[in-house]
């Protein structure tokens, strides 16, 4: 069997005139360790959640904001593009503060 013909419209789609991406190691590796750190706030994000969750009296507003950081956290880790190494990096260093700061309070 023989593959059919692109048609006028497939061969005028966007998927049909992306070109692929050569990226580079180093920088993929970047992009894995800061996929990683959004990871370990996304959990440090749930953890306290958790503890407020518990808490008594309940802090809602507390709560809310912790969700609000958890859903801008988890964006992050959606948008993450490999070919924006300013993006990687800039979002590897807010993940690192985020991350040291709640080492010296917790």
Known sequence: MTSPTPGPE???????????????????AQVDA????????????SARRHELERAQPVDQAAIEAVVEQQQAAAKLLGMLD??????????????ISILRAAGRHG
Not at 12 to 28: E, G, I, M
């Open 10 to 28: 497939e061969a005028n789609s966007v998927l049909a005139n992306l070109q692929p991406v050569a990226y580079d190691p180093d920088d993929l």
């Open 34 to 45: 800061t996929r990683d750190l959004l990871l370990q706030v996304l959990a440090l994000h």
């Open 82 to 95: 490999p070919a924006d190494v300013d993006q990687v990096a800039q979002v590897r260093a807010q993940c």
